[in-house]
């Protein structure tokens, strides 16, 4: 499946080097960056790169590139969801994934990338049953190793781990026993200049915080499964019963995980409005954008950005907004409008204007805006979990559900 793995900082310097098979060059890392350097934006990176002997599958996250190299045709999403759980792992070892993060943790992230593939293929890819063979180290234990001489991998393999539910240790015991649901669902759309919806769906999860004792057998019920058409789930549910039933019944890993992902192709309403005017004529142009709450739920929609991408050949410009700051990058020419929280029974307006270079000409079309929001305690597609039984043991689990819609591509064309 999968020969190398390189993982690339923002200026294509190869942070970590990891073969499974054969040794691959550090020129298949050039050739990727010199797609990168070409393109305008890390967005239009295109996630799959065939270069003439190797097949390169990336993926982006918190300034970093995970670049998998195969030599023969592979599921791409395969090895997506891979490097996907590989920047899972290394979050939950580490809590932040940034640069500076791996380098003080080098020791440890080979020795998680031993584990987690062999011979090419994923072998151990839960962070449970990883944490029981690799320990988690600080600074101080960090010393403490170098001094004494000792390893912070474990001596035997973890409980469970060659069992039939090897997501899960034997003997997990709590005090207290809970488990909390948060249900993210993110609103990808497109609306044109007259407002109206070119594209919407939903894309969300399902991330869960499990600290039950023994070895509970859950079943989760929806109050209405059948809006949701598209799932994919943790390997610890049982899908014959979803597909049968539309119930999820599974025995959860222990401490965090995501339980499922899923798809809504349609929704009728959107939580806020954004109707932007833009005019370009010689010389310069004007800016208008209104944002407005469309009062579909009593909660407060909170972190709105609202971001403009300028004309490259903009000289010069002024912006000035009711409700809260506006700042404009001159070098990449963004104008990011940071609203903050929007109030509900009232529309917040931006005004400005902007000078364009002499000879420049009036560009060939409107700016794209990106909208960014978040909306606790609401779902915008009505998911609602009903009830939480569990069997196999004799105590009641106290459960918590939290529901939030965020923006994810939300687009909105003047």
């Known amino acids: 499946m999968l020969h190398s793995l390189f993982i690339l900082n923002s200026s294509g310097e190869v942070l970590i080097e ?74 939950e070892y580490f809590t932040a994934t940034n640069e500076e993060t791996l380098k003080d943790n080098f020791v440890t992230v080979y020795q998680l990338l031993d584990e987690v593939m062999d011979g090419g293929f994923p072998f151990t890819t839960e962070p449970n049953i990883l944490m029981e063979m690799i320990n ?50 993110d609103i990808n759309c497109i609306i044109d200049p007259n407002g109206m919806q070119v594209m919407n769906e939903v894309s969300g999860y399902i991330q869960c915080s499990c600290h039950l004792s023994g070895m509970p057998d859950l079943t989760l019920i929806f109050s209405n499964p059948r809006i949701i058409d598209d799932v994919s789930f943790h390997p610890c549910v049982r899908y014959n019963r979803w597909e049968k039933e539309k119930v999820i019944s599974f025995v959860p890993p222990d401490g965090n995980f995501r339980l499922m992902s899923f798809r809504v192709n349609q929704i009728n309403q ?22 407005g709450n469309k ?47 929007l109030t509900k029974d009232k529309s917040c307006i931006l005004t400005g204007s902007l000078n364009l270079a002499p000879g420049s000409g009036i560009p060939e079309c409107n700016p794209v805006l990106q909208v960014d929001f978040r909306v606790s305690m609401f779902t915008i597609i009505g998911l609602k979990i009903e009830t939480l039984a569990l069997y196999n043991e004799s105590y009641k689990p106290f459960k918590g559900v939290r529901n939030i819609t965020k923006a994810g591509s939300f687009q909105v064309r003047s």
């Open 136 to 185: 988690p180290t600080d600074f101080i234990k960090r010393i403490t190793s170098t001094i004494s001489g000792s390893s912070s991998i474990a001596a035997q393999l973890p409980n469970g781990s060659l069992s039939n539910i090897p997501w899960r240790k034997q003997g997990v015991k709590y005090t207290a026993n809970e488990i909390y649901f948060d249900i993210y669902e």
């Open 295 to 341: 009062q579909l739920t009593d909660k407060t929609i909170e972190d709105v950005i609202i971001s403009i991408p300028l004309p490259k050949s903009s000289t010069s410009n002024n912006f000035t907004a009711d409700l809260g700051s506006v700042t404009v990058d001159e070098i990449t020419k963004v104008c990011k409008w940071n609203i903050g929280r």
């Open 18 to 91: 990891k073969h499974w098979q054969g040794i691959v060059t550090r020129t298949v890392s050039e050739y990727f960056w010199d797609h990168v350097s070409k393109s305008s934006a890390a967005r239009e990176v295109l996630p799959v790169i065939v270069h003439p002997r190797y097949y390169l599958v990336h993926l982006q996250n918190s300034g970093l590139y995970y670049l998998g190299v195969t030599p023969q045709e592979t599921p791409p999403l395969l090895i997506l969801e891979f490097l996907q759980r590989i920047v899972d792992i290394f979050t």
């Open 270 to 291: 959107l939580p806020l409005y954004v109707k932007p005017q833009i005019v370009f004529g010689s010389g310069g142009g004007k800016v208008t954008v209104t944002v």
